[in-house]
């Protein structure tokens, strides 16, 4: 880092970074923000192809922090150091961790996907609250789950609040944007077991066997599933809702069936 | 509903209630405010000692809204109608669901604490995000949780936000605030075994026994849980981590352990 810092906020390349706060942005410049110094590691871990980071390093305080800077080099991408103004102007709220990482957007093609045999594939669809979808997927990671499918139109897979709450996870872990029939077409191919997370379905979430290649699919609270989750290919599940609230938060309920998922896999 | 609406910003009452959004002045008051048709009819049902309620009728549109107010004459509250101004006053962000309570602070004392036998008890130590507190009320109430213990010092257990948070799960499920020493003692006097999710926990959080008198103890992602809740009378278990990211938010590691412990109950 031996550029002298960016000191000012009308700098093009700060203005075009900041720009791709809103989601217009960043689907005409095909880039996405990376925030915060565990999702940026995450997204270079994962090749995600970073172009340009903006490093503030009297930000960078924590050890962490001063080892990703270590590793920058080697990235690929362009160090550009800039003023804690100039900063403050490209960070994200109250996420001050001192570098900030404009990459390509990820492609999240479904046909990329290759999960291997006896995988579980979680599908969530219509779930457009950025910290809902985060959650889901730091779940799905954390339960070892193969891959997620954001099925529906127009999902914001890597919004700037997506990845925070995701803590990165959407970049390690294999993921896709895809329309609901696509997705079930993909399963369908591939000969998934699909079980669909429903309020009013007659089985227990416990009462299922994940074995095999197994897809979980949970809708959003307000919409719930699509029709077409529904039929002879589909097993609808419900988790017991034993109190006065009639469902669960989707990214407690997907906690719950993922792992009750792997419980099996690990014990069999 | 036959008395004119309040139409003044100026109302003693109405700024009364609105300076309840501060916790100094709920504390100060004795008094906490309940917005939302659903967290209101759940305080109603679990016998919250409501004082006051704001009605907006041009808000009240949608079915649970207007059945909700057919039932308030009988609920021992003042009904207090106001005008569309006054009530945006009133109101949380963008809850405009035409219904606001005030109601006494309901005691939450550990000694009102009834479990029954065979009771599974949550406790949740230092747990300050509204949000994340109210997501483990929603949890332990849908997966039959007996009571929450809110272990720590000065935990805000009737926040606006952990009300929303909890959908008014926090009136209907038995809870309490009390010290850590205190929630430690209070189980160990009814020889409840106490179960402490750790992420550096040897046994895997399915190797144990929920059965009986149980508890569950989980402390926040940024402080973990304290040193009381480590020894020979406490069985740290965790959750299998196969991913990326080394921790899962405490809301979906709540709900993962209460449903695995469900799952055992029921399953015996």
Chains 1, 2 share one sequence.
Request: glycine share 8%; proline share 5%; with cysteine.
């Amino acid at each position: 880092m031996s550029s002298p810092p960016i000191t000012s906020l009308q700098n093009q390349r700060v203005k075009d970074a900041a720009k791709l706060r809103e989601r217009r942005q960043r689907d005409k410049q095909h880039r996405i923000l990376i925030d915060g110094v565990r999702e940026l590691r995450r997204a270079i871990t994962a090749g995600v192809a970073l172009r340009e980071i903006f490093v503030c390093e009297p930000l960078c305080r924590t050890v962490e922090a001063r080892r990703l800077l270590d590793s920058l080099d080697s990235c690929g991408a362009e160090i550009l150091p800039v003023t804690p103004e100039v900063f403050a102007k490209l960070a994200f709220g109250d996420r001050a961790e001192g570098v900030l990482g404009v990459a390509r957007t990820p492609a999240a093609r479904l046909d990329d996907l290759k999960p291997p045999s006896g995988a579980l594939v979680a599908v969530v669809e219509g779930v457009e609250k950025p910290g809902n979808l985060g959650a889901v997927l730091r779940s799905a990671d954390a339960a070892g789950v193969s891959a997620l499918i954001a099925a529906g139109h127009g999902v914001d897979l890597f919004s700037p609040n997506v990845i925070r709450a995701s803590l990165g996870t959407v970049f390690t872990l294999p993921v896709a944007a895809a329309s609901a029939e696509e997705t079930k077409r993909w399963l369908a191919e591939r000969s998934f077991r699909v079980f669909a997370a429903r309020v009013d379905a007659e089985r227990l979430y416990t009462d299922v066997s994940y074995a095999g290649d197994a897809a979980i699919v949970l809708g959003s609270e307000a919409a719930g599933l699509s029709d077409i989750w529904s039929g002879p290919d589909v097993t609808p599940v419900k988790l017991p809702m034993c109190g006065a609230a009639d469902s669960l938060n989707i990214s407690a309920a997907a906690a719950v069936i993922f792992y009750e998922a792997l419980r099996q896999r690990q014990s069999r």
